[in-house]
């Protein structure tokens, strides 16, 4: 999985400024956990989080 020169990697980009802030749940925080443990790591990373944060989002889209 190689990726070209020209794209950063998701922590070396700046937010963009009318970025959607989503305050993670304590069940999405629960799966972001989950994800870490799953691939090794003791605590989420930024991508656990992002993965949590958009299944929330869209959860909740269908919903309304």
Same mark, same amino acid.
């Given at each position: 999985?190689? #990726?070209?020169?020209?794209? &950063?990697?998701?922590?070396? &980009?700046? %937010?963009? #400024? &009318?970025?959607?802030?989503? *305050?993670?749940?304590? #069940?999405? &925080? %629960?799966? @972001? *956990?989950?994800?870490?443990?799953?691939?090794?790591? *003791?605590?989420p !990373?930024?991508?656990? !989080?992002?993965n949590a @944060?958009?299944?929330?989002?869209?959860?909740? @889209?269908?919903? *309304?």
């Amino acid at each position: 999985m190689s #990726k070209t020169s020209s794209s &950063k990697e998701p922590w070396e &980009k700046a %937010a963009p #400024k &009318k970025s959607r802030h989503t *305050k993670l749940t304590p #069940k999405s &925080k %629960a799966v @972001a *956990k989950r994800q870490a443990t799953k691939a090794g790591r *003791k605590y989420p !990373n930024l991508v656990d !989080n992002m993965n949590a @944060a958009k299944t929330q989002r869209t959860r909740r @889209a269908k919903t *309304k």
